[in-house]
C-alpha cells in the first residue's frame, strides 16, 4: 500500500538548495512512499478580505486539498533572519484559516538547511512553534538542520553521505507516523 508525503519548499528561487533537498526526497523515502511537491509561489498574501469578497483563491484550495488528502506533509525550509520564511508562513497562514483546517492532526517533518554551520536550525525550531498552534503533530526524530549545504549538493541533489542517512531515518520515522494513523 502507498502513502502519500506532501513537500512544500520555503524558498521560491530557481537555485535554491531548499529544493534541492526537497528533489532528494523521492530517493531517500522508504519504499511505499510517493512525495508530491507543491508549489506556493502563487498564493496571494494573505488576506482575510479575499476570502471574503471572492472566496478561498485557487491555489490556496488546491494546496489545502492536496495536503488533507496526504498522510504527510514535509517541510522543506530555509532560514531567514533567524526566522521562518515569509512565503512559506503566509502559505500557512491561509491553510490555518481555511474550514477543514488540513493540517490539522498531520505529521510533518520539518527539514532546514544553510550555507551557514547551525543548518537553519533557528528556522527549524520555529517551525515547531507555527506548527504546533495549527495542530500539527511534528514528528521528532533526528534534528533535520542540514549546514555547510554548499558543500553537499551536486547536480541539483544533496549528495553529502551523513546528511542524506539523516533525512532518509527522519523520513522513516514519518512515514511509521502517518501509517500508525
Ligand atoms: C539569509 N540567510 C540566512 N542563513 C542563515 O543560516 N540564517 C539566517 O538567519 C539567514 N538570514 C537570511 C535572510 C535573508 C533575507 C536571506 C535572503 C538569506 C542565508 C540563506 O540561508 C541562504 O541564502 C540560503 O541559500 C537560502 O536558501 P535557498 O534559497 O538556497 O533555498
Known sequence: SQITFVALCGSLRRASMT????????EL???????????IDDLPLFNEDIRAESGTPAPVKALCETIAAADAVVLCSP??????????????DWISTEPGYPMSG?????????PG???????????????????????PGPDVSIGLMEDKVADGKLVD???RKLVSRQLGQLAAWASAG
Do not use: C, F, H
Open 117 to 139: 554551520p547551525r543548518g537553519g536550525n533557528m528556522s527549524n525550531y520555529a517551525w515547531r512553534q507555527v506548527l504546533s498552534v495549527i495542530g500539527a503533530e511534528v514528528v
Open 106 to 114: 498531520k505529521p510533518v517533518s520539518v527539514m532546514t538547511q544553510s
Open 79 to 92: 532560514e531567514y533572519n533567524r526566522m521562518v520564511p515569509g512565503a512559506l508562513k503566509n502559505a500557512m
Open 29 to 39: 523515502a522508504p519504499e511505499g512512499v510517493r512525495i508530491v511537491d507543491v508549489e
Open 19 to 26: 529544493r534541492m533537498l526537497r528533489a532528494t526526497l523521492p
Open 161 to 163: 553521505e551523513a546528511a
